[in-house]
């Protein structure tokens, strides 16, 4: 594959799985209506509800940028616990502004539903903290309510954000659905990026107005194998132009002869791009990063500006999660042009997960 081939991906399938139970494994475009593992059967989902219970994780990401603030927040629900964390990083100073992270258990204070985009309800609640990304069956945005009080957040300042991100007039969203190797099963994600934003955050005693940001979601869900890891980018921003700009690279997961979620979203368009590979220090996560696809699509470098870090050792449960936030520079070749970034914001991730 070459960047100036074009490649288009088929619409994505009414369903995850066929009448007989069978996954529609592949990479598509558009949003699928609802993530209905039950209609898997056979070898690919998990026999007992015991292991369904262990195997089925699912989660939702939010990230916002624009030229003054990063923002972003995550809802994960692992069937038998739950965690959130959300991060402020203020772009012209270069620090975080706010990083809260969370433990909870499972139940009605943690929702991820069935439904990644149209549907959309995912939230988590506890002393002192609440976050939520929504959106109506019939809506063409997503709503976002983040209040963070000054207890958790552990400073003299709350952290609340209250927004929109508009899916009218923006790029399709990519979804995927894939096989697990070893003992996991099939996975779905939906990826959507260059959404425009408006709404206000207010972070260590700093109010920024979102208005003409840029945004992108991260929807998962899947029986995923025991051991889990990869290496993620995500970027949402805007080219020298103004033209939205939206990226996703994966190394490690999801990543099969049939499937590849790696994707350039740049105004109104998805484009699929080659596989991804990633260079950095994993003992030194704050040194620059190299990213690349091997359609030579993407070559760029990634300063991390400040890592959110969870790390936890249950013994049964183990989790060794970093997310650098940070700026992407460097070159993406599509359509036959090629396009300069400087200091684009994003994140980089590196997990290894025993869960």
């Known amino acids: 594959m070459t960047p100036e081939r074009e490649v288009t991906l088929l619409p994505v399938p009414a369903s995850v799985a066929t009448a007989t139970g069978e996954p529609r494994f592949g990479t598509y475009q558009g949003e699928l209506p609802e993530v209905d593992l039950q209609r ?11 292991d369904r219970l262990l195997k089925r994780k699912r989660w939702h990401y939010t990230l916002a940028a624009t030229q003054e603030v990063v923002a972003l927040f995550a809802v994960v629900d692992v069937g038998y616990s739950s965690n959130a964390f959300a991060v402020a990083l203020d772009l012209k100073t270069r620090k975080a502004l706010c990083d809260v992270s969370f433990l909870g258990v499972p139940g009605p204070l943690v929702e991820v539903s069935n439904k990644p985009g ?33 207890l958790r957040t552990g400073s003299l300042q709350s952290f609340q954000w209250n927004g929109t991100m508009m899916v009218a007039g923006g790029p399709p969203a990519l979804t995927v659905i894939a096989p697990v190797p070893e003992d996991g099963f099939v996975n779905v994600t939906q990826k959507r990026a260059g959404m425009l934003t408006s709404g206000t955050l207010e972070a260590g005693g700093k109010r920024f107005q979102l208005d003409g940001g840029v945004a992108g979601t991260d929807y998962t869900q899947g029986y995923l194998a025991r051991h889990t890891a990869w290496r993620w980018a995500f970027m949402a921003g805007r080219l020298p132009d103004g033209t939205p700009v939206g990226l996703n690279l994966v190394e490690g997961f999801n990543e099969s002869s049939q499937v590849n979620e790696n994707a350039l979203w740049l105004g109104d368009r998805l484009i699929p791009l080659g596989r991804a590979h990633f260079e950095y220090n994993r003992e030194e996560l704050t040194s620059p990063w190299r990213l690349w696809t091997d359609d030579r699509a993407v070559d760029l470098s990634f300063q991390p500006l400040h890592v959110h870090r969870e790390h936890h050792d249950f013994k049964v449960v183990v989790s060794q999660f970093a997310q650098p936030i940070g700026l992407f520079s460097g070159t993406l070749r599509a359509e036959g042009r090629t396009y300069t970034l400087a200091d684009v914001p994003g994140v980089t991730e590196d997990q290894d997960m025993l869960w």
């Open 40 to 50: 898997l059967a056979g070898r690919w989902a998990p026999a007992a509800a015991r």
């Open 118 to 150: 149209a549907g959309l309800a995912a939230s988590f609640r506890t002393l002192g903290g609440r976050m939520s990304a929504r959106r109506g069956l019939e809506d063409e945005h997503y709503q976002i309510h983040v209040d963070v009080s000054r």
